[in-house]
């Protein structure tokens, strides 16, 4: 049984979202959101992000961490806060994990959508119902803990493909 952590990086709402995958058994420990109150700088959500990262991992203590790459439309500043955003979870993975026995992987989202729903271009309520449902939850969690859910879903659909986890992978030291 590997219990992994999903992240779904932003530079003002951060999804995050805990499961736990037993063969092709699935089970929900957490999700939730790492909103960063306004009006904070983008430094001071930063380190809103890095020690929200670090508090679930010494909480939870997962063996692995995925989180989703960054995907750039046509706005270049959004792109650059989200990479910070990404850049902090990370630091705050590889700081909190470090020595322990997890890896860190990172999915596109159309990996995760054709993971979860077969088709790489699913919409964001398509994907949230996938999730509910194969979490078992009853209620939906709120988008971008759906998300995080969602990535934490493909790692463990992809964990035994030995190719797939070197490509993707980041060892922690």
């Known amino acids: 049984m590997i219990r992994i952590l999903g992240i779904d990086p932003g530079s003002v709402t951060t999804g995050y979202g805990i499961i736990e995958s037993e063969g092709s058994r699935l089970r929900h420990i957490a999700h939730g959101i790492i909103r960063c109150t306004s009006p904070s700088t983008l430094p001071q959500r930063l380190g809103e992000i890095y020690r929200t990262i670090h508090e679930l991992i010494e909480t939870y203590q997962p063996d692995h961490a995925a989180i989703e790459k960054v995907f750039v439309k046509k706005n270049v500043d959004s792109a650059l806060k989200l990479g910070q955003a990404r850049g902090a979870a ?6 909190s994990m470090e020595g322990m026995r997890g ?4 999915y596109s989202p159309t990996q995760i959508k054709k993971t979860l729903v077969g088709y790489g271009r699913a919409e964001k ?3 949230q119902r996938m999730v ?4 078992g939850l009853t209620v939906s ?3 971008d803990a759906a998300d995080a859910l969602s990535c934490a879903i493909c790692h463990a659909h992809h964990y035994g493909n030995a190719a797939l986890m070197m490509a993707n992978s980041y060892q922690l030291a």
């Open 141 to 143: 969690p709120q988008q």
């Open 132 to 135: 509910t449902t194969l979490l």
């Open 103 to 106: 890896s860190f992987y990172e």
């Open 125 to 127: 309520q398509q994907m």
């Open 90 to 95: 990370i630091c705050a993975v590889n700081q």
